[in-house]
């Protein structure tokens, strides 16, 4: 961990208010320091009206790409949003192998996973370079005494990243591994929507093989489902670029035929219809 990440949470005094106004303002352009409301924002939720918006600054670090920002066993002491850039969560068993438990991105937090044994569980490493904002545990429960509604603003974001977890295994369980892939091509296009970005045309920041990690996937069933799904019209695949299509069929989609019959299929589809058709008219005729 980078030698910035223990500071903590700045408190701005009425005396000091007035001469490092303009300093701070400096830092938070230069995306150093980001107060109350802005961290609020990010997050997705309404602000602490309780808390007045500059009477905290929260420090910004930046990692490079393949930086972890905690490891298995460290000791907790700070929660972390991200404000730009794309992770990965890992737990590591003792044979060195990893299991992808997530891919944070901006507006997600990191770090909750050592609430409870104040020791990180898993570990976070950098897929591009990054902008962090340190939320310092011991200052955020501090205020969370005096400002309850902060506190359970906070409740509130970590719930919402255990209820997209548990999403995550009931899809598991339930899908085939072509709608595993679909649905998490799906996710990723509403997420990039969600920061503005466009969800038709994305570049893959993880690996395929860490794509199968966090789907219960091999990385051959991956590529050979992507690889299918570029076949009949659902995406278009470029080495990580990926556009998508046809994100209903995606979104609707159960299971493919063997890739023989899909061959078949598509012809005479094309032949009877004299002209190409549709993905989600082939799909609908498999």
């Given at each position: ?6 500071s ?59 930086q ?31 299991q ?12 909750v996973?050592?609430i ?25 429960t ?18 919402r ?31 990039f ?84 058709v ?9």
């Amino acid at each position: 961990m980078l030698s910035t990440q223990t500071s903590e949470i700045r408190p701005v005094t009425t005396a000091t208010v007035q001469s490092s106004s303009m300093e701070a303002g400096r830092q938070r352009q230069g995306r150093l320091w980001s107060n109350l409301k802005e961290v609020c924002d990010l997050l997705h939720i309404p602000a602490a009206v309780s808390v007045s918006t500059e009477e905290l600054l929260f420090q910004h670090v930046q990692f490079k790409t393949g930086q972890r920002i905690h490891t298995i066993g460290q000791p907790f002491d700070t929660l972390y949003i991200v404000n730009s850039g794309f992770l990965k969560t890992v737990l590591i068993d003792e044979f060195g192998n990893e299991q992808v438990l997530s891919f944070p991105m901006k507006g997600d937090m990191l770090g909750v996973d050592g609430i409870h044994t104040r020791h990180y569980s898993s570990e976070a490493v950098a897929l591009s370079d990054c902008d962090l904002i340190l939320l310092p545990f011991k200052k955020l429960t501090a205020l969370g005494r005096v400002h309850l509604e902060l506190e359970n603003m906070m409740y509130g974001v970590m719930s919402r990243e255990l209820v997209r977890e548990q999403a995550m295994i009931g899809m598991l369980g339930a899908l085939s591994a072509e709608a595993r892939v679909a649905r998490f091509l799906v996710s990723l296009a509403d997420r990039f929507a969600q920061m503005g970005y466009s969800s038709k045309l994305f570049n893959l920041r993880m690996t395929r093989h860490e794509i199968g990690s966090y789907l219960g996937l091999t990385l051959e069933t991956v590529s050979r489902t992507l690889s299918a799904f570029n076949e009949i019209g659902l995406i278009s695949v470029d080495q990580r670029t990926i556009g998508i299509k046809d994100p209903e069929a995606l979104k609707t989609l159960r299971r493919l035929p063997p890739s023989r019959t899909r061959a078949k299929q598509l012809a005479a589809a094309k032949s009877k219809a004299g002209e190409a058709v549709t993905p989600g008219q082939l799909l609908a005729a498999l």
